[in-house]
């Protein structure tokens, strides 16, 4: 008789993404993102960034691996909820299924982690852009009696308003505050010649080629909106 095993390839990263996978928005390549986490905060102490939290599946899973490694690194999020303007297709701005229950459910869960594993955490309830503009600048971390204004960051993690407007200036703003050994990961994006363009920013740095970067989003942006759009229509042929 001939038994078929199927044998499913577990590591704590995997483990990790099935644990939180409930809150999150999609699990593919999750525990890839986590692994490189855990490689900069071995290194790095300087704050984690999430622009886009939902949920709170990948935010719990960050920390996870700031508990795994015992670190006292401090974690950001950015979400405005409140069903705010999102682009569903080029030009047409709707508003977002991200509602405040959502809030409400992601900061339950991350407090009370937060609070049980005594991990340094920080929510901030606007879009990225005021984070940029107004609370970037004066961003101090109190620590242990000392006062420490934030300048870099070991690892940024963007997956908020996914339009490449927006996009572009988070890229630009954080791209020259990811410390040395950190990263800078954008969601949701998976195109052959954005990966080619990282050995070259390995090579010549990023400030170097952050335009072609810029342009790469851009299409990206533009291809997945077309997809996105012809989509629509099929559907709506569909239902008539
Ligand atoms: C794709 S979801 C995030 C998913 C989450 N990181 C995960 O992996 O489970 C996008 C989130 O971005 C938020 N968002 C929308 N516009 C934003 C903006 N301008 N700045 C920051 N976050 C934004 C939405 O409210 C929503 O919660």
């Known amino acids: 008789m001939v038994y078929k095993h199927t044998i499913k390839k ?9 644990k939180h996978g409930y809150l999150m928005d999609h699990q593919e390549c ?9 490689e900069s905060v071995q290194k790095l102490d300087s704050p984690i960034i999430e622009i886009g939290s ?14 795994k490694n015992k670190k006292s690194n401090w974690l950001f999020c950015i979400d405005p909820y409140g069903n705010s303007e999102y682009n569903l297709e080029e030009k ?3 508003r977002s299924e991200y509602g405040n229950d959502r809030y409400r459910l992601a900061t339950k869960h ?5 609070y049980e594993e ?15 503009n107004f609370v970037y600048p004066n961003l101090k971390i109190y620590d242990d ?6 300048e870099k960051f070991s690892f940024v993690f963007l997956d908020g308003r996914h339009d490449s407007s927006v996009l572009d200036k988070e890229i630009s703003f954080f791209l020259n505050k990811i410390e040395i050994g950190g990263y800078l990961i954008i969601d949701d994006v998976n195109e052959p010649k954005l990966r080619r363009l990282e050995s070259k920013f390995l090579a010549e740095g990023f400030e170097k080629n952050k335009d072609e970067l810029l342009q790469r989003v851009r299409d990206i942006d533009e291809k997945t909106m077309k997809k996105e759009r012809e989509y629509a229509k099929s559907a709506n042929h569909a239902a008539c």
Request: charged share 30%; proline share 0%.
């Open 92 to 94: 047409v701005i709707s």
């Open 118 to 132: 005594k991990i340094n955490f920080s929510f901030f309830k606007m879009i990225s852009e005021d984070f940029m």
């Open 10 to 18: 577990t590591d704590f990263f995997t483990e990790i993404v099935e």
């Open 54 to 67: 939902n949920r709170g599946g990948s935010a719990l899973s960050f920390m996870e691996i700031i508990k």
């Open 145 to 150: 009696g000392k006062v420490c204004k934030v």
């Open 30 to 38: 999750f525990d890839g993102i986590i692994r490189r986490l855990d």
């Open 110 to 114: 991350l407090f009370e982690f937060a």
